[in-house]
Structures are given as C-alpha cells and as structure tokens.
C-alpha cells in the first residue's frame, strides 16, 4: 500500500508506474464545505489519478471508491416501495439546490470519473457504498462509526436521519472482488439496508438491554423515510450482505475494545 497526495498529479505520477491495478479512495470529509475543500479534492484528485493511470499500460482496471452519494440524490421522492439502482445517478442541481456539498463531491467525481475512462479506455469499476460501520482496525473514530457511538453513549435524542447502513468487510470484500472477478463492470451499490436511526435504537436495545439509548427524535418532523436499494448487482460480484444487527452489534463491541466508551 502506497499514500500520496491525490491533488499533486507529478507526485502520483511518479508513484504509479509500473502497477497492475489501483484503488482510489480520495477524501471523506463531511464538515468540508467550500469547493476548494471539497469538492476540488474529490474531483481533480480522482482525475489525477485516472490521468496517471492512463499513461501506465500494465494497469489492467481501476476500482474508485464513490459513495451512495452519488446515486440516491436524484430529486425522486423516496418512499417504502421505491428501489435505487445502479442506474440512479445523483442530480448535482438538486445536491447544490439542497446544499449537500458531500453528495455534490462525490457526483461529480464520479461523474469526471466515468467521462475520463471512456475518453481514455479506462476500465473502471465504481463502488458505492452506503454509511460504512463495522470493526474499526484503526485507533482513531472515523466518521462513518460516529452516529452509533453517538447513541450508545448517552445521547438524549436520536437523530431524525435513514441511512443506508453496510458492513466494512463487505466494502473491502467487494473492491477485491471488483478487480479480481473478470466480468465486474460499472457501478456497485452496496447497502444491506436502509434504516431510520430509531430503527437502529431498537436493534441496540435487543443487543444491549442495559444500556442508556435515547428514546425520542431530535425533531418533530415526520420521520425520514426508508427504502431500498438494490442488491442484485453486488451479489453478482459475490457479496452477501452481514446483516445490520452484526454489524452494530460487532461496531460497538469494536469501539468497547477501543475504549471509546465503557457500558
Ligand atoms: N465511510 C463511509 O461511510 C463512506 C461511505 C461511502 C463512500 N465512502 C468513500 O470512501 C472513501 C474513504 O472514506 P473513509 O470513510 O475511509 O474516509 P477517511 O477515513 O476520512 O479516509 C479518507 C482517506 O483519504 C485520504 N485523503 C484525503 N485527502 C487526500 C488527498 N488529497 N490525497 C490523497 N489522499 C487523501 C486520507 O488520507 P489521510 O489519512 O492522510 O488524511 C484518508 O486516508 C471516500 O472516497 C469516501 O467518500 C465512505
């Protein structure tokens, strides 16, 4: 595993010269909100990657890391029966519109992305994963963990937000499998499910009875609603979803371990 700075193009190029594959992960930062530190990072990092890419004949494929982000912020109303696919591509009006500056990065990376590997012959394959929790393997609270820490140790209130929740192993599994299966192509959504964090409540209370959860929402607006999304395309690539309940149950033991809180 190398690191560079993905916004230094001499620097990567100089790095990748003679590998066969490449994964980029770029830059998640939610409290990021101006261009300059957003969405620039996101866009020509991934561009600059790409770019020294294409000069490399030996390099077989491209697995860039995109996010949901990039698929479900169409401007379409979610509800229950609604299914997101890899065909949805996040509108970056309405990411701009709505003021997500992460949802707009990650659009337009992935975006650039795609235009530049097929002006260039690249083949890339996108991953989108949901809210990523799991194990941690490093020391230090990533963001993605940070919701469930937040309402196993203490909080008042949960907050009034779905995310689409998917397990670290089946990220990391399905980026290998991205480069080793030969037939993997486009887009990958990877969400074992789409729950509203007073779901999450309730699955922590069965899995930690004890344990002091919040038992109203931060607002009185109606719920934020759930729906699916699709798992066809990641069960292609072998993936079978750890369910949710593991992976807020194996999330908190990890960050016990951790000492990030004690029950
Ligand atoms: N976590 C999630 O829930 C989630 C969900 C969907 C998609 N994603 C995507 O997954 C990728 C990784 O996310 P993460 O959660 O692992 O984030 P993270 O823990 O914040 O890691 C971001 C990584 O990007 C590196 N980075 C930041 N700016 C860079 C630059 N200019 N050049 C090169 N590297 C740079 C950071 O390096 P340093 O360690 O040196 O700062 C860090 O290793 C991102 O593309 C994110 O959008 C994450």
């Not at 930062?29 to 300059?36: A, R, T």
């Not at 080793?180 to 930690?208: D, F, Q, T, W």
Request: proline share 5%; glycine share 4%.
């Amino acid at each position: 595993m190398i690191k560079f700075h993905a916004l230094s193009y001499s620097i990567i190029s100089s790095f990748i010269s003679c590998i066969l594959r490449i994964f980029y992960k770029g830059s998640f930062q939610l409290c990021f909100i101006s261009q300059v530190e957003l969405i620039d990072p996101a866009v020509k990092g991934t561009l600059n990657v790409l770019r020294s890419c294409a000069k490399v004949p030996s390099i077989r494929r491209v697995v860039v890391t995109s996010s949901m982000a990039a698929v479900a912020f169409t401007g379409q109303t979610l509800t229950a029966d609604v299914v997101v696919d890899e065909t949805w591509f996040s509108d970056p009006a309405v990411c701009e519109k709505l003021k997500l500056w992460y949802m707009l990065s990650k659009t337009l990376a992935e975006e650039a992305a795609w235009k530049f590997a097929k002006e260039n012959k690249i083949d890339l394959v996108a991953i989108n994963p949901g809210l990523v929790i799991g194990p941690l393997l490093q020391p230090t609270l990533n963001t993605s963990v940070e919701p469930v820490l937040k309402l196993i140790n203490g909080t008042q209130t949960f907050p009034n937000i779905t995310y689409r929740w998917v397990d670290v192993r089946d990220v990391a599994n399905a980026h290998i499998q991205a480069f080793e299966v030969p037939s993997a192509n486009g887009r990958y959504c990877l969400v074992s499910r789409v729950a509203h964090c007073s779901e999450v409540v309730k699955i922590l209370h069965e899995l930690y009875p004890t344990s002091n959860l919040p038992d109203k929402c931060a607002d009185d607006k109606p719920f934020q609603p759930t729906y699916q999304v699709s798992q066809e395309k990641a069960r292609s690539l072998g993936i079978n979803f750890i369910p949710v309940e593991v992976s807020l149950n194996d999330t908190v033991e990890s960050l016990k371990e951790k000492k990030f809180f004690s029950l």
